[in-house]
């Protein structure tokens, strides 16, 4: 049997089916295009210093959190370096702590180190920087929050296994010193 369709029917079902190929094709780029978008403007890329201030930052955090002394020392720089910490009592500058010898802060964070583990540390992001006027000094502060446990077999005065800690820290970085200071609040 042979079936044969009317000339003006076969010119129809071309046309549909043309127009649907057409329909199908855009359809096709538009999913393309909305799927490969740019995604979400990232805005300016960040500076070199900004960049270099924020690797700091992890790498202390980092040291810290590993109980690493050495990842940790290395965030600061011995030429110019000082800390000062109010142990959470600003009117009252009789517990101040302040070092000016990187050694110390190195004696002190291996007594931390020694006597507490998993020490978890949480920085406010992103931490404000301010940069002098000729660009060759930032100030970066920075709100942090320490969790400390205890070492195991040990405990701390009262029987507490932990301890807590929260204050502002205020680091200073210039080209020469790469790493100067580091002030806890």
Not at 109 to 136: C, H, W, Y
Request: proline share 4%; aromatic share 12%; glycine share 8%.
């Amino acid at each position: 049997m042979n079936v044969s369709l009317n000339p003006h029917r076969k010119a129809f079902f071309v046309t549909i089916f043309k127009t649907f190929a057409k329909i199908s094709g855009l359809l096709i780029l538009l999913v393309c295009f909305i799927g490969c978008g740019g995604g979400a403007d990232k805005g300016p890329p960040i500076p070199e210093n900004l960049l270099q201030i924020s690797n700091i930052l992890d790498q202390w955090r980092k040291g810290y959190e590993t109980e690493d002394v050495n990842t940790y020392i290395g965030t600061f720089s011995e030429e110019g370096f000082f800390y000062i910490a109010d142990m959470g009592t600003d009117a009252d500058k009789t517990d101040d702590v302040e070092f000016d010898d990187i050694r110390q802060e190195r004696a002190a964070a291996t007594r931390v180190f020694e006597r507490f583990q998993d020490i978890k540390i949480e920085l406010s992001s992103p931490p404000e920087v301010s940069m002098n006027d000729d660009g060759t000094e930032a100030e970066v502060r920075n709100h942090y929050r320490i969790q400390f446990f205890v070492s195991d077999g040990y405990a701390l005065e009262g029987g507490y296994s932990g301890a807590y800690a929260e204050g502002d820290n205020i680091f200073i970085q210039t080209p020469a010193l790469q790493r100067s200071a580091i002030y806890l609040a």
